[in-house]
């Protein structure tokens, strides 16, 4: 028995004839042409939605030399702020008729963010943004294409830039602490080897010399839940340990779980801050004073940026785009207690 078929998806010269026009003119419509009127773009666009009529997009690319994709490389995106950011760069590169592709990068050697961005410009996108994690600014930014519009998140560089406030908050939540009476804080660091575990270490350590107390010594880790754990045993253990910034809410998580099975409590006798604010961070016991990071206004920046350099518009180029951080106070933080 011989199949059938499926029907003919319709054409530009389906709605043409509908909407009583040249297939011209219908393509014109789909191009955004000036020179057709506001009349004629309704008639266009009402048979092409009576037809469930989608312009091809390799067809679209070919005629406007636009792909209308942006190309996302990123490294470590199994962890929140990476993939927070991702989620905010598609959802903002959707609301603009954009699409998104992503590298997912989990090898730092240096081959990974070059293979990928000659991988999209074989593709053809637009432009590309670089959420670079444990790979060196410096090092990512040699890897984007001088002939493609380019986004960096991260430090100001030779591109627009896009980046977080990872040195003021920071010190502001350590000021909050030692307003608080604590003779000093303790940090639990992220790796060592990522640009905003060290600027929210320098933000603490600032905020400590500023104050003329105590520089604890700190020993870098990773950002995981068990990092947090292994190294808060220490701090947990010390009965003059009263206070902690942790470089991220899974280290504090980590670090609570090691203050409660050390038999103290938080905050009565430990007061802890992190950084992120997850979605769990105001429901964990107790609710987790933290740094929040607007990921949202993040991954709109970055497509803000990179359309701007599409179509020139105003803000194109200027200086790097800092998007604030914020200190949300909960319940792990108390005054210090008495000695």
Known sequence: MTATPPPARPGLRDVARLAGVSHQTVS?????????????????????????????????????????????????????????????????ARAADFFTSVASLDSPGRGAAAGAVDRFRDQGVDGII??????????????????????????????????ADHYLAPREATRYLL???HRTVHHLPGPADWWEANERTRGWRDALVEAGVDVPDCAPGDW??????????????????TAVFAANDQIALGLLWAIHE???????????????????????T?????????FTALGRHCVDLLIAQLTGAPGATGPPKLVPSHLVVRHSTAPAPER
């Not at 057709?36 to 030399?65: E, H, I, M």
């Not at 600014?137 to 896009?162: F, I, K, Q």
């Not at 050390?262 to 961070?281: H, L, T, W």
């Open 28 to 92: 014109r419509v789909f191009k955004n042409h000036p020179m057709v009127s506001a009349k004629t773009r309704d008639r266009v666009l009402a048979a092409a939605a009576q037809l469930d009529f989608r312009p091809n997009a390799a067809a679209r690319a070919l005629a406007t030399g636009r792909s209308r994709t942006l190309g996302v490389v990123s490294f470590d995106t199994a962890l929140f702020g990476p993939a927070s950011i991702i989620a905010a760069v598609e959802r903002n």
């Open 130 to 163: 670089m959420i670079p994690g444990h790979v060196p600014p410096e090092e990512a930014l040699r890897h984007l294409p001088d002939d493609l519009p380019s986004v960096l998140l991260g430090p100001a560089a030779a591109v627009p830039t896009v980046s």
């Open 179 to 181: 307003e608080l009476g």
């Open 224 to 241: 995981s839940a068990r990092s947090g754990y292994e190294r808060g045993r220490l701090l947990a253990a010390d009965p003059g340990v």
């Open 262 to 284: 050390n038999g103290r409590r938080v905050p009565d006798d430990v007061s802890v801050i992190g950084f992120d604010d997850i979605p769990e961070a105001a429901f964990l």
């Open 286 to 294: 107790p609710p987790l004073t933290t740094v929040r990071q607007d």
